[in-house]
């Protein structure tokens, strides 16, 4: 069976139970601690992944990659990929489980790229201007990048407007070029 076919399956039932259990909320924090512990961690896939360790052990391991206090749902949830032999699969059925509840609840990603840091009403706008545009809920990070020079990168769902000194001067360099 595909591996994108599995992880779905998984993060949808773990989504319905959660829904239907109104925790689906508190598994989504879990599942975005625990997707983001694989990234940050590189180790942790591979200890998961090694036979030679036991469940007990993994369960105990995945709980603190989940955040420490996990509810009891994703306990039942781990120890069901664990007794079911997926934990190879279980970082691509937290990024399913984001996926599908972002869906549910129609939340949106948005990033705002800036050479310097913005001020908090400076980023309180620019995400009320996307949650219009959207009609949703929108997670929004900010990054500081100094190589954009000046102005701004926004980026949510597949758009991106891109306002830095850096593109505007590089789109100059290239007209003279002709």
């Known amino acids: 069976m595909d591996l994108g076919v599995i992880s779905v399956r998984y993060a949808r039932a773990l989504l319905k139970s959660a829904t239907d259990m109104k925790q689906e909320d508190a598994v989504y924090k879990e599942m975005l601690v625990l997707s983001q512990s694989y990234l940050q961690v590189p180790a942790l896939r591979s200890t998961i992944d090694n036979p030679m360790l036991d469940k007990d052990k993994k369960n105990a391991l995945l709980e603190v990659a989940c955040g420490g206090q996990v509810s009891d749902l994703t306990q039942r949830f781990l120890q069901l990929v664990l007794n079911e032999g997926r934990e190879s699969t279980l970082q691509f059925m937290a990024a399913s489980y984001l996926t599908l509840y972002r ?3 129609n939340v949106t990603r948005g990033k705002l790229t800036t050479a310097v840091a913005v001020s908090p009403e400076t980023e309180r706008k620019m995400k009320a201007m996307v949650e219009s545009k959207t009609h949703g809920t929108v997670e929004f990070n900010t990054e500081v990048d ?31 070029k002709k």
């Not at 100094?146 to 000194?165: C, K, N, Q």
């Open 146 to 176: 100094p190589d954009i020079i000046g102005g701004f990168i926004l980026e949510y769902d597949t758009y991106r407007m891109d306002a830095s000194v850096k593109t505007k001067l590089n789109t100059i360099l290239n007209q003279l």
């Open 103 to 105: 869906q549910q609840k």
